[in-house]
């Protein structure tokens, strides 16, 4: 029996890991044992994904979360490392690039347990996100390397891993398969009656919130597309709500709280475009045929960018607004193939079986 140690703790992992997961159950041979670091802990953040998807309770919860950054992943670092030392797993599985990521990877590196890293290989190119740090370290400290794209290979590669006693595997994108799994489940969420074609919006990265004079430009922009364009619907991130209450930034648009994800799906279902800055809904705009317009300078997902069905806008109040009104309800090209199609947990699991550890 191969023994899976998974770390996890914020909001995307949990979707990511929620179709893994389930392949790891289905699979004889393995077992998993799923820490929850306590990054995103807020029922809705945390608890109704858990509850949603079909994922049994984590089975140790460290509840670790806010302070500074090096903090955060330094007391996560420490908790992990107790679980790994009693539980003594053959591989441990993380995802992404948080700090939950950053801390599961070093802990098992540090006592020679090899890492396997969901999304490994992406890159923004741009060293002042924190995700960036995450992914690049996690990146090295891994023997298997669970690529989503050929971007995210060809990245390896140009970085000089295929020299390293590593494995690259692309696999596809594992959001991909999650979106086609809960497709069917989505429902609405209870916000009244608001028809098709509205802007589903969310804004949560550091380079947007902590920064007053972008936060404002995007306040602009959504106050703007509300009253002249569609609806604007926005479930407001926790951490956004906070910095924006603060700063004193008024939001006339349609503000609900975190949905869960088959709600989430809901609305990607009847919007007529995405407005965000986050990486997961890039895609999941895509997977439900939806333009995308993207409030950030670079995108680790170039291809979506290339294939004309994202716009990178940055923080600009105007072109946000130009770009929400040239592209909204625009059809767009699918080509599914190019996330994997649906299988990348399928092959994640089946490599992890195969690997001699
Ligand atoms: N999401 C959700 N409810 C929300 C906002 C986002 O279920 O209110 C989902 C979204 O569909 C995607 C994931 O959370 O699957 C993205 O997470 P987030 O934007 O927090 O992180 P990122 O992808 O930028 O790392």
């Given at each position: 029996?191969?023994?899976?140690?998974?770390?996890?703790?914020?909001?995307?992992?949990?979707?990511?890991?929620?179709?893994?997961?389930?392949?790891?159950?289905?699979?004889?041979?393995?077992?998993?044992?799923?820490?929850?670091?306590?990054?995103?802990?807020?029922?809705?953040?945390?608890?109704?994904?858990?509850?949603?998807?079909?994922?049994?309770?984590?089975?140790?919860?460290l509840n670790i979360h806010g302070g500074t950054h090096g903090a955060m992943t330094g007391r996560m670092l420490a908790e992990v490392?107790?679980?790994?030392?009693?539980?003594?797993?053959?591989?441990?599985?993380?995802?992404?690039?948080?700090?939950?990521?950053?801390?599961?990877?070093?802990?098992?590196?540090?006592?020679?347990?090899?890492?396997?890293?969901?999304?490994?290989?992406?890159?923004?190119?741009?060293?002042?996100?924190?995700?960036?740090?995450?992914?690049?370290?996690?990146?090295?400290?891994?023997?298997?390397?669970?690529?989503?794209?050929?971007?995210?290979?060809?990245?390896?590669?140009?970085?000089?891993?295929?020299?390293?006693?590593?494995?690259?595997?692309?696999?596809?994108?594992?959001?991909?398969?999650?979106?086609?799994?809960?497709?069917?489940?989505?429902?609405?969420?209870?916000?009244?009656?608001?028809?098709?074609?509205?802007?589903?919006?969310?804004?949560?990265?550091?380079?947007?919130?902590?920064?007053?004079?972008?936060?404002?430009?995007?306040?602009?922009?959504?106050?703007?597309?509300?009253?002249?364009?569609?609806?604007?619907?926005?479930?407001?991130?926790?951490?956004?709500?906070?910095?924006?209450?603060?700063?004193?930034?008024?939001?006339?648009?349609?503000?609900?709280?975190?949905?869960?994800?088959?709600?989430?799906?809901?609305?990607?279902?009847?919007?007529?475009?995405?407005?965000?800055?986050?990486?997961?809904?890039?895609?999941?705009?895509?997977?439900?045929?939806?333009?995308?317009?993207?409030?950030?300078?670079?995108?680790?997902?170039?291809?979506?960018?290339?294939?004309?069905?994202?716009?990178?806008?940055?923080?600009?109040?105007?072109?946000?607004?130009?770009?929400?009104?040239?592209?909204?309800?625009?059809?767009?090209?699918?080509?599914?193939?190019?996330?994997?199609?649906?299988?990348?947990?399928?092959?994640?699991?089946?490599?992890?079986?195969?690997?001699?550890?």
């Amino acid at each position: 029996m191969k023994k899976i140690v998974t770390v996890l703790g914020a909001r995307p992992q949990f979707i990511k890991a929620s179709v893994v997961s389930h392949a790891i159950a289905q699979t004889p041979g393995l077992t998993e044992v799923v820490v929850h670091t306590g990054q995103h802990f807020d029922a809705n953040m945390s608890d109704v994904f858990f509850a949603e998807l079909g994922m049994s309770k984590p089975d140790y919860f460290l509840n670790i979360h806010g302070g500074t950054h090096g903090a955060m992943t330094g007391r996560m670092l420490a908790e992990v490392e107790k679980v790994l030392l009693e539980e003594k797993p053959d591989v441990v599985l993380v995802y992404g690039d948080t700090n939950s990521t950053l801390a599961g990877a070093l802990a098992a590196a540090k006592i020679h347990i090899p890492v396997a890293h969901v999304e490994a290989g992406l890159r923004s190119f741009n060293m002042a996100m924190p995700e960036e740090i995450n992914r690049i370290l996690t990146d090295n400290i891994s023997k298997i390397l669970f690529c989503p794209t050929e971007t995210a290979v060809k990245n390896l590669h140009s970085e000089g891993f295929t020299k390293k006693p590593v494995s690259i595997a692309q696999v596809g994108d594992v959001m991909q398969d999650a979106a086609i799994h809960f497709a069917n489940r989505s429902k609405m969420p209870e916000i009244g009656n608001v028809g098709q074609g509205f802007v589903l919006a969310t804004v949560h990265r550091a380079e947007n919130t902590d920064n007053p004079e972008n936060i404002l430009n995007i306040a602009n922009a959504i106050n703007k597309i509300h009253q002249e364009i569609a609806q604007v619907i926005l479930p407001l991130h926790p951490r956004t709500r906070n910095l924006i209450q603060k700063a004193g930034i008024e939001l006339n648009v349609k503000i609900i709280d975190p949905v869960g994800y088959l709600e989430m799906i809901g609305l990607l279902q009847e919007c007529g475009l995405v407005l965000t800055d986050s990486g997961g809904l890039q895609k999941e705009a895509y997977f439900f045929g939806k333009p995308c317009v993207t409030m950030r300078e670079q995108t680790e997902w170039s291809e979506l960018v290339e294939m004309g069905v994202n716009v990178l806008v940055g923080t600009d109040t105007k072109i946000i607004i130009n770009e929400v009104k040239e592209n909204i309800d625009r059809q767009i090209a699918d080509d599914m193939s190019v996330y994997g199609g649906g299988k990348a947990s399928e092959r994640i699991v089946e490599k992890i079986k195969s690997l001699s550890l």
